[in-house]
């Protein structure tokens, strides 16, 4: 009965290739998240869709590419992996895009590129 | 340029004591803010919230304190207990639903 899952939980690659991570939520929410944490432990939101609408898109190069086949799944695929992408991505989901609903995060993604 | 620090990356605490855990803020403007608390290996989850419209909000063991003309936060847990040693971070609203996170408190509850 898990809220937000995410797959894989550790991925680890070599610099060029290029992975998606998958992102499914059973809590009927609208609206779903990815965020970085790097490696100095930060927590910063990169994407934002609301009902497969794009609404927010921070600052992420564009080898980062969300994709949302409908409003349950955000899925992330990341072209030409560099080691600076080495970070855990989490998942999140909200009820909807309304500011003071409370996010729900997935146990996170551990990316390691060599 | 960090919008929200939290100073402190480590904090112990005797349990049954009073945990303090901070953070400050850049702008005045910022109206939402929010504590998540994170254990290894999982995702963060929402603890408390508070609304810039108020100074105190309680929940149980969890107090959350405002200060905006310090813009500062603090988030208060007394009695202090084992299960409560996890990463704390706070957050703040800059707009509709775009979260930015502190870089977190490692809180540390000794038996």
């Known amino acids: 009965d898990t809220a937000v899952s995410q797959t894989p939980k550790y991925l680890v690659t070599q610099m060029g290739n290029d992975k998606s991570i998958k992102c499914e939520q059973n809590l009927g929410h609208d609206t779903m998240y990815w965020y970085k944490q790097d490696s100095k432990k930060f927590l910063k939101i990169m994407f934002s869709y609301n009902n497969k609408e794009l609404i927010i898109n921070e600052t992420v190069p564009n080898r980062f590419s969300p994709k949302s086949p409908d409003k349950a799944h955000l899925n992330l695929h990341i072209n030409s992996l560099e080691l600076g992408d080495s970070a855990v991505y989490f998942c999140?989901?909200?009820?909807?895009?309304?500011?003071?609903?409370?996010?729900?995060f997935g146990p996170g993604t551990r990316l390691t590129v060599l | 340029d960090q919008q929200v620090k939290q100073n402190s990356p480590s904090l112990s605490v005797q349990e049954g004591r009073i945990s303090i855990l901070n953070c400050d803020y850049t702008n005045s403007m910022f109206d939402y803010f929010l504590w998540y608390k994170k254990y290894p290996a999982e995702g963060p989850t929402f603890l408390i919230s508070i609304s810039s419209i108020k100074d105190k909000n309680e929940d149980g063991r969890f107090t959350v304190f405002l200060n905006k003309s310090a813009k500062h936060l603090s988030l208060h847990i007394v009695p202090s207990q084992p299960g409560d040693s996890a990463v704390y971070f706070c957050?703040?609203?800059?707009?509709?639903?775009?979260?930015?996170f502190g870089q977190g408190t490692r809180l540390t509850i000794n038996p």
């Open positions: 957050a703040i609203r800059i707009r509709a639903q775009k979260l930015v």
């Open positions: 999140a989901s909200s009820p909807t895009a309304t500011s003071t609903d409370t996010q729900y």
